[in-house]
C-alpha cells in the first residue's frame, strides 16, 4: 500500500492530536528542502507525554503502511526527532521548543491549513 505524504502527514497529525501535542504546526517544505516535504512540529508538557505522543505516531505511521527511517532522543524526550520518509515530526519538550524555535529557522515554508 503507497499513502502519499499529504496522507502521512494528516495521519502524523491526527496521532499527534489524539495524545493532546500541543501547539502542532505543518509546515510545507516542498520547493525548499530535499529533506522532507513536510515538517509536523509540536510539543508536550512532560517527558512522559512527549514520549507517549512518539510513540502514537509510530503506530499510526506502521498502520498505514510508513516504516520508521529513524528516531533520535526517545530516551531524554527533550526533543524526539522522527523521520518518516517524506513527513519528518519532531516533538519537542514545552522548554525546548521555545528555546530552538525551529519554525523560525524554517519561515520561508507554508504553514499547512486544515490539516
Known amino acids: 500500500m503507497t499513502i ?3 496522507e502521512l502527514l494528516n495521519a502524523a497529525v491526527a496521532a499527534a492530536e489524539d495524545k493532546k501535542a500541543m501547539n502542532i504546526v505543518a509546515l510545507d517544505l ?3 528542502s530535499l529533506v ?5 512540529i509540536c510539543h508536550g508538557n512532560s517527558d512522559t507525554q512527549v ?4 510513540t502514537e505516531v509510530r503506530k499510526r505511521a506502521q ?6 527511517k529513524g528516531i ?3 530516551d531524554a524526550a527533550r526533543w524526539v526527532l522522527m523521520d518518516l520518509g517524506d513527513v519528518v515530526v519532531h516533538i ?3 522548554d525546548e521548543r521555545e528555546y530552538y524555535n525551529i519554525e523560525r ?7 499547512v491549513e486544515n490539516v
Open 92 to 94: 519537542f519538550h514545552r
Open 63 to 68: 498502520e498505514v503502511g510508513v516504516t520508521l
Open 105 to 111: 529557522l524554517w519561515s520561508d515554508a507554508k504553514v
Open 72 to 74: 533520535e532522543g526517545m
Open 30 to 32: 516542498r520547493g525548499i
Open 4 to 6: 502519499s505524504p499529504n
Open 51 to 54: 514520549q507517549a505522543i512518539a
Open 36 to 40: 522532507a516535504d513536510y515538517f509536523v
